[in-house]
């Protein structure tokens, strides 16, 4: 089993959770009250609000992002928690089913991200809360997949990925891609996110 990685999915999968939570309570006090100020509405760049009321905010047959989360998120703690006190071993075509899965939730989370940085040009902080932890449960899926080799690669292929693996490079490739994430957000709105 892959210890480290299931806590790695527990964790974020909670905090995006949480993240999701927060934004469906900020949804309906803004559908209360249209007007209203956010708590996490901090300054002109970083406004949950501005991207509330976007189209992308419920472009997944009109469902607002967040309770699509609601939905999501418990899974995949439920299946860090049975792999890691219950004992859980998954068959390939679970994890399979489970990195896919994962994998269009990163990939929906970053077309969110890139709508905020360059068509919105606002950013809500707990949308970053989510597209952090959606890279960090994508990584630990991936760890788990690839260890188990999941997608039947050749055995010479698959040493070379164990390999890499054992050497840990994977985490300074995840690392290097955050750094790059929050170097966009910099050269896009520089000061003006202290503002």
Not at 74 to 90: D, F, H, K, M, S
């Amino acid at each position: 089993m892959h210890k480290k990685s299931f806590w790695v999915l527990l964790v974020f999968a909670t905090v995006a959770l949480i993240a999701a939570f927060v934004l469906s309570l900020e949804k309906i006090h803004l559908l209360q009250e249209p007007d209203a100020i956010l708590s996490c509405s901090l300054n002109v760049v970083l406004n949950c609000s501005t991207v509330m009321q976007s189209w992308q905010s419920t472009a997944f047959f009109g469902i607002p992002n967040m309770y699509i989360g609601l939905m999501a998120f418990p899974v995949l703690i439920t299946v860090a928690v049975a792999a890691l006190w219950g004992g859980a071993r998954y068959s390939r075509n679970f994890l399979r089913t489970m990195t896919v899965g994962v994998f269009l939730g990163t990939v929906f989370a970053y077309w969110l991200f890139f709508s905020s940085l360059y068509d919105i040009r606002v950013l809500c902080p707990w949308c970053l809360v989510v597209t952090v932890s959606c890279t960090l449960m994508l990584a630990a899926t991936l760890h788990i997949g690839l260890k188990e080799n999941i997608w039947n690669v050749k055995k010479k292929t698959n040493a070379v990925v164990q390999s890499f693996l054992n050497s840990g490079y994977h985490q300074l490739v995840v690392a290097a891609w955050l750094v790059l994430m929050v170097a966009l957000v910099f050269m896009q709105f520089g000061a003006a996110l202290f503002a």
